[in-house]
């Protein structure tokens, strides 16, 4: 079997867009996601464990936007999302 050298399977541009596709920003995960070395998500499923339907989606919305709104640009903002969850939440268990 002949063997092949990378120069044979991957030009310039190609290895430039495998190169940037590994070092692109994670957008799934980004950094104000994680908090002291806990992903949002893993926080999330635990304090909604026992909730079901709109307790546990405005639970689990209320603590992502109060997880992140140090770490975004639009902290304010985020505050004011997590509140609206709160209010709802307070508002159906009324």
Not at 20 to 26: G, Y
Request: contains cysteine; proline residues 2%; hydrophobic residues 35%.
């Amino acid at each position: 079997m002949k063997s092949i050298s990378t120069d044979q399977v991957w030009n310039e541009d190609e290895e430039q867009a495998w190169d940037a596709f590994f070092t692109k920003p994670d957008n799934i995960n980004p950094n104000h996601y994680k908090q002291g070395g806990v992903e949002c998500i893993d926080a999330l499923e635990a304090a909604t464990v026992n909730l079901k339907g709109i307790e546990a989606v405005c639970t689990a919305n209320a603590i992502k936007y109060l997880w992140r709104w140090k770490e975004k640009g639009n902290g304010h903002e985020d505050l004011e999302k997590a509140l609206w969850y709160i209010n709802r939440l307070l508002h159906k268990k009324k």
